[in-house]
């Protein structure tokens, strides 16, 4: 298995514009997580999904913020519109069952606003 | 809410033993695990507790007393390539459901 692929790597967008976050999980994890990482705050759990459904999404920050799970392997989280404060990395990691304490990052998505 | 406390960093040389202590508070604890991190790099996992004690792998032991809201990770040999953050995450059961909240990360560096 390829393991969690996550694209892009890299995103320079400008302030305003809209960013899809793309992420790929192994096959077999049914639990998929998405963390926001940065100097200042660490890795934050924005929003957690179990076979496709959200089930909790008390880390999301704004409504500007969303995330899907539209099948058990593909997750997007969109930002809408952008802002400088958002620039961070992006990381998305998947693991069996429930959740689980074995999670498996993807290499992550460097996100910077201007 | 949940909070997880462990040192911003840790500095020691190659050859020796060096521990990180992680310290939380949470409801529905379910197990510790712990996460290395290099510049740039992805986290990856190293270690879970689940139960009070020891486990180990190969240079690197973590520990967990759950009682005390306490764990700790020990690694053994340091090599240079041991140069990395190291992340303490609890596992919190909720609604049938874990998920994993991480520490701030200790940096680790391990010099000549």
């Known amino acids: 298995d390829a393991g969690v692929i996550q694209s892009p790597r890299h995103e320079v967008t400008e302030m305003g514009q809209e960013v899809t976050l793309r992420c790929k999980l192994i096959?077999?994890?049914?639990?998929l997580f998405w963390y926001r990482q940065t100097m200042m705050r660490g890795l934050e759990l924005l929003i957690y999904?179990?076979?496709?459904?959200?089930?909790?999404d008390s880390g999301m920050p704004e409504d500007r913020f969303s995330a899907k799970m539209p099948n058990a392997s593909f997750s997007t989280l969109k930002i809408q519109p952008s802002e400088p404060r958002d620039s961070a990395v992006y990381f998305c990691?998947?693991?069996?069952?429930?959740?689980?304490?074995?999670?498996?990052f993807g290499q992550g998505t460097r996100l910077t606003v201007v | 809410g949940q909070s997880l406390e462990q040192p911003s960093e840790v500095t020691a040389v190659e050859g020796a033993i060096v521990q990180i202590n992680c310290t939380y508070q949470?409801?529905?604890?379910?197990?510790l695990s712990w996460y290395q991190q290099h510049d740039g790099g992805a986290p990856t996992f190293l270690s879970y507790?689940?139960?009070?004690g020891l486990e180990e792998t190969g240079r690197f032991s973590s520990f967990l007393s759950r009682s005390d809201s306490y764990g700790y990770l020990l690694l053994q040999e340091l090599q240079m390539k041991d140069s990395a953050s190291y992340f303490c995450?609890?596992?919190?059961?909720?609604?049938?459901?874990?998920?994993?909240?991480f520490g701030a990360g200790t940096r680790l560096a391990v010099h000549p």
């Open positions: 949470t409801s529905g604890f379910y197990g």
């Open positions: 507790n689940g139960l009070d």
């Open positions: 096959s077999g994890h049914n639990s």
């Open positions: 999904f179990n076979n496709n459904v959200p089930i909790d």
């Open positions: 995450a609890v596992a919190t059961l909720s609604g049938g459901y874990n998920k994993l909240i």
């Open positions: 990691a998947s693991t069996r069952g429930q959740g689980g304490h074995e999670a498996f």
